[in-house]
């Protein structure tokens, strides 16, 4: 077997303006993609902020609380 039959792969052929607009649209389906995989992870993070935000406004809240509980036993 010679080497050039290894990679042989049978090409189309095709004229320049073909393989132009072959390539354009996998560059527009490869944005589209990237466009749809980073709306998901924006959306997964709003999600993941919103928790954090949450935690943080609860551990605010029970440090006045308790701030205020002591103050409120030395009175």
Known sequence: MRVSECFYRPM??????QRVERLEKKV???????????????????????????????????MILGFAAILLQHL
């Open 12 to 17: 189309q052929a095709m004229s320049d303006e």
């Open 28 to 62: 527009d389906d490869g944005f589209a993609e990237f466009r749809a995989e980073f709306r998901a992870i924006r959306a997964e993070l709003r999600g993941e902020i919103g928790s954090v935000n949450r935690s943080i406004q609860a551990m605010w809240l029970t």
